[in-house]
């Protein structure tokens, strides 16, 4: 559970996600020892962690894709495992009713983004069918949200060249100092500066504060799928962006063209909010709603990040 303190934390670091301990005990009138307890409590029960997430651009990945996994009587956790593997899948999320799981992934074209959904996925020993719905650009997504319980290995990777090591370390704490990074790296602090520096220039990296959304109390996720006029595609999608509780919203291939996902406090109230979505314009037809068990894996490190963040 968080308390009124942790939230005024969670909150100055949403704005501010580098701020440093000192910092965010002035502006709350608490400890440094105080800040610096909750924040590492905070991080380490994976309620809440800034990190710097990159640009799938800078990866060379241009377009992205949603995908309806059929399972085989397999064991689900052992087929989210090996897709999570699987560096360019980004969310998972397993799903109440099949298709049992919902995978985003992205890729650097088309053809490889069907060679990814029908040669990689589709062909696991647990997979019995593949849907693929491509994302007509990246959507509007608000950030904030991810799954920081999924895994990743206990030390940094050092086997890539010096920006992907800095950046695995910035994953795991985006509050890591440029110093200590030089450090661990034995480089000097000038050097990782300068790096950080090109990747922010060319809009590719950014920090970000990433909560897990069932701890701070979003216990209940729905997706709606909703058919709507090409013409009026991206306006219905800005509007329905603009909603709370609307944590994502894209333009897709297929008969239902618009996805929507939707976090609530509780089953009855998402189910109501997913009824108002539905109801949103005249124009958006057919909703089908598809709730979500939990929000299985996530590459919380990666992100479309729009323009001037």
């Known amino acids: 559970m968080i308390d009124k303190v942790d939230r005024e934390l969670l909150d100055v670091l949403a704005r501010a996600p580098r701020s ?9 009138g608490l400890s440094e020892t105080t800040v610096g307890v909750r924040l590492e409590r905070l991080s380490t ?3 809440a962690r800034v990190v710097a997430q990159r640009d799938v651009r800078s990866l060379g990945w241009m377009v992205s894709g949603f995908l309806d996994v059929y399972l085989r009587a397999a064991d689900l956790e052992e087929v989210v495992a090996r897709l999570h593997s699987n560096p360019n899948v980004i969310t998972i999320y397993h799903m109440a009713a ?3 799981l919902q995978v985003k992934i992205a890729a650097r074209d088309l053809d490889e983004l069907s060679r990814l959904a029908l040669e990689v996925v589709g ?3 647990g997979v019995r069918r593949v849907d693929v719905n491509v994302a007509l650009g990246h959507g509007h997504v608000r950030a904030g949200f991810g799954n920081l319980e999924s895994p990743r290995s206990d030390a940094p990777d050092r086997s890539g060249d010096l920006q992907s090591q800095i950046l695995d370390i910035l994953a795991r704490d985006g509050r890591t100092s440029n110093r200590e990074i030089g ?3 034995g480089v000097a602090e000038a050097t990782v500066r300068a790096r950080i520096r090109a990747l922010q220039q060319k809009g590719m990296l950014r920090y970000i504060l990433i909560c897990n959304p069932e701890r701070v109390g979003f216990n209940a996720l729905a997706f709606v799928r909703l058919r709507a006029p090409p013409p009026s595609l991206e306006a219905i999608s800005a509007s329905l962006s603009q909603h709370p509780n609307v944590f994502g919203v894209t333009g897709t291939t297929g008969a239902h063209n618009l996805l929507i ?3 609530g406090p509780n089953w009855p109230e998402t189910w109501e909010l997913c009824t108002q979505v539905a109801r949103w314009s005249p124009e958006v037809e057919d909703p089908v709603v598809r709730p979500a068990i939990s929000f299985a894996r996530h590459r919380y490190d ?3 990040i729009p323009a001037g963040e």
């Not at 440093?20 to 709350?28: G, T, V």
Request: charged share 20%; hydrophobic share 40%.
């Open 98 to 100: 099949p298709p049992e």
């Open 45 to 47: 029960s994976n309620v």
């Open 20 to 28: 440093s301990n000192r910092a965010i005990a002035q502006a709350l």
């Open 123 to 125: 062909r696991d020993p």
């Open 183 to 185: 450090r661990h790296l």
């Open 302 to 304: 990666l992100a479309f």
């Open 261 to 263: 996902s939707i976090y």
